[in-house]
């Protein structure tokens, strides 16, 4: 009977210091980590704005590849939000909810040298408050560096058993931080470094289009002429097969970029018409989209203009490589020995515009190319490649002198089912720039993208 006394007060005491010790420790719980980005501050802020990156530089891919996730609320900012699905125990059920981000995405410029944002967090782990702070600073000789503070808080209340858990947060915590911090660096790897802050894109769902086009080349090191000279013969060889074809262009060209190398850029230049369907060869054919070539399909060599020899047999050889009727390895009608036609577009766009001369056009694709990248739009070069459109020229004095620049509309096709309506600029009603006035002093040289600023209710409405 003795023992069974000695046992229940053991237990007693036992139980007392737990109580006491679990007072006696923290009601809340406190973990971060830090780690230093060779990127923009506003390309770093832009990706952990959205959740659409997430599943890319979050550990619980990692975990589990075959974790189920789901996008909800608002596309971008504040009411922005990701929920996730796992078999797997340690993980379990969970959701993330952009609470705040400050200052708002359009006053992330070169000016900027701190920002917040903040995710609060609903999952299996013990406590209430449960959030993330990520804690955004410029460093660097020239602040292209970016140092993120990557926090995780939590209250525990007088909950004893959600205190002594503070003893496990550098468990899952601690290692969830650690982990999608260094993925996320590989994920920022990939974008492009270059400052997109005075692009105003926005989305827009295109038309298919009948077009003709003409595939050509040139050399980088010609500069703006040879690409004009170049520009010019495709359009009058396109010009005069509309012609032939007994069809009209009914806007202007289109440049579409297939590769912009280091010394050779390869692009198709193309001009819409009014006819979806072309009469060839005889034959009249309905005109569709073009399709990737299957792996390992080569372009067959282009028709000789010397007549073909007869065989052995006395028949006339078959001429070599497509002729008007067929269609080219990328499922275009063949329509000369130059000419192809297609149905072009028809998928939301992330579309830039930049007012100058031609020589912004490159650097404004780039633009667009990292802002989809941070942004979590997804696209493909090969398959959906990136188009140009000149809406309006130049203009120019009577001596020849550049007056006023040209406009562009510089396209990126987007892919998936999941493509959000609008960018955070459009929703915050942010205008595209103005054509920019050339200055006399300089009739030849680029004009600066026009940087417009955000209205004043912008900043309840841009996120």
Excluded: C
Aim: aromatic share 8%.
């Amino acid at each position: 009977m003795m023992r069974v006394l000695e046992f229940i007060v053991a237990l007693i005491i036992v139980a007392v210091l737990g109580v006491v010790v679990g007072v006696i420790m923290p009601g809340s719980g406190h973990v971060e980590r830090s780690l230093v980005f060779g990127k923009d501050m506003r390309q770093v802020y832009d990706t952990l704005d959205n959740f659409r990156r997430f599943e890319d530089f979050s550990s619980l891919r990692q975990e589990d590849p075959r974790i189920q996730f789901k996008l909800s609320g608002k596309d971008y900012g504040p009411g922005a939000e990701i929920s996730w699905t796992s078999d797997n125990d340690s993980i379990g059920e969970g959701k993330l909810t952009i609470a705040s981000a400050e200052p708002e995405f359009y006053k992330v410029d070169n000016t900027v040298n701190d920002a917040k944002i903040v995710w609060n967090l609903d999952n299996g782990w013990r406590g209430q408050d449960k959030h993330f702070t990520l804690d955004l600073e410029r460093q660097g000789s020239r602040h292209q560096l970016t140092k993120v503070t990557w926090s995780y808080d939590v209250a525990y209340g007088f909950n004893l058993v959600n205190r002594y858990s503070n003893l496990y947060i550098h468990g899952d915590p601690d290692s969830f931080i650690q982990s999608s911090l260094g993925s996320l660096q590989n994920v920022l790897a990939a974008v492009p470094n270059i400052d997109y802050g005075n692009l105003v894109p926005y989305i827009q769902q295109t038309k298919p289009t009948p077009m003709l086009l003409v595939s050509t080349q040139i050399q980088r090191n010609g500069g703006l002429a040879a690409l004009d000279d170049a520009t010019a013969t495709a359009v009058k060889q396109i010009q005069d097969a509309a012609k032939k074809l007994g069809v009209n262009v009914v806007g202007p060209r289109v440049i579409f970029t297939t590769n912009y190398g280091d010394q050779t850029y390869t692009f198709d230049v193309a001009m819409p018409i009014d006819a979806t369907s072309l009469t060839v060869a005889g034959q009249s054919q309905e005109l569709t989209p073009p399709q990737p070539p299957k792996l390992g399909e080569e372009e067959p060599a282009e028709a000789s203009s010397a007549p073909a020899s007869a065989s052995s047999t006395g028949d006339a050889a078959k001429p070599a490589g497509p002729q008007p009727g067929d269609h080219d390895r990328w499922g275009r009608l063949v329509v000369d020995a130059n000419v192809r036609a297609t149905l072009a577009f028809g998928e939301p766009s992330l579309v830039g515009v930049w007012n100058g001369t031609a020589a912004g056009v490159p650097q404004t694709r780039e633009m667009l190319k990292a802002y989809a990248q941070t942004h979590g739009y997804k696209f493909d070069e090969v398959t959906n490649r990136l188009y140009d459109i000149e809406v309006q020229p130049e203009a120019k004095d009577k001596t020849g002198a550049v007056t006023t620049y040209a406009k562009y509309e510089v396209y990126l096709p987007l892919l998936g089912d999941d493509v959000p309506q609008q960018t955070p600029e459009q929703a915050a009603g942010i205008p595209q720039p103005s054509l920019e006035p050339a200055p006399a002093s300089s009739a030849s040289a680029p004009a600066a993208a026009g940087s417009a600023a955000a209205p004043a209710e912008a900043a309840s409405a841009g996120q």
